[in-house]
């Protein structure tokens, strides 16, 4: 899902000034990739359109753990990248609603057996941090994104190794780890996806690793190996860093 977000002059000025083919726009000194990250909301001031208050600070808390700031390269992290804005777009809406949902399900089947979770990916998320919160309760005596980041990530692990036991809470249909997995790559896909879609704000993760974007032609580099690539990323929207 795109980015859904209320329209301003400046905006609009902004994203029409991306949708231009041209490598180096300036704008009163700003590249097109700056002035791209100007429009894009800023993450502290961004109200959620599908996670409560609760669960949203929940996302916030575990992105930030699963990609945190000055990683590897002094790497941006989740946060500074939108990548919560991202997971929030991405369920607002009918997104997956082309998954099949006539049982029966197993949930204990092999990945070979394909999705066995009676539930679409909105669903996971609400009833997954539903009861990772109330584990957290039971052993912290405080909500997932109150613990101290030791303890997060011990969370975290726990359901991922299923440590956290969700049907010991009442739910027979979701595994831990199948709610980690959903979160997981959530938060990769909100990484390292285009900008339009509320993540990767400003590029920032394509800059780090060197990833060229959405250029389109790269033959002139087809046989220059172990060669680092010189020229920045270029948005789906066509801006530059």
């Known amino acids: 899902m795109l980015l859904q977000k209320k329209t301003t002059r400046r905006k609009f000025l902004l994203g029409s000034l991306m949708a231009l083919p041209v490598g180096t726009i300036m704008m009163k000194g700003l590249s097109a990739a700056q002035a791209a990250e100007m429009a894009a909301p800023d993450l502290l001031d961004y109200k959620p359109v599908f996670f409560s208050p609760d669960e949203w600070q929940f996302i916030m808390a575990a992105a930030d753990r699963l990609i945190p700031a000055g990683g590897k390269g002094k790497a941006p992290g ?45 669903q996971i998320y609400k009833t997954g941090i539903r009861l990772a919160n109330s584990w ?42 199948q709610f980690f997995g959903e979160l997981l790559s959530d938060t990769k896909h909100g990484y390292l996806a285009d900008p339009i879609y509320g993540g990767n704000k400003g590029m920032k993760a394509w800059i780090a690793m060197g990833f060229p974007g959405a250029r389109a032609s790269f033959t002139e580099w087809v046989k220059q190996h172990n060669v680092p690539y010189p020229l920045g990323p270029v948005s789906l929207q066509g801006a530059r860093a």
Not at 94 to 113: C, K, L, R, S
Not at 147 to 161: G, V, Y
Request: proline letters at 6%; a negative charge.
């Open 78 to 122: 989740a946060l500074e990248t939108n990548v919560p804005i991202f997971i929030d777009q991405q369920m607002h809406g009918d997104f997956g609603e082309e998954i099949y949902m006539q049982g029966p399900f197993n949930v204990h089947a092999p990945a070979t057996m394909g999705y066995q979770i009676p539930f679409r990916p909105q």
């Open 136 to 177: 957290c309760q039971q052993n912290h005596q405080k909500d997932f994104h109150a613990l101290s980041d030791q303890d997060k990530d011990n969370a975290l692990t726990q359901l991922q190794k299923n440590g956290i036991r969700f049907a010991d809470m009442g739910e027979e249909s979701l595994v831990a780890s």
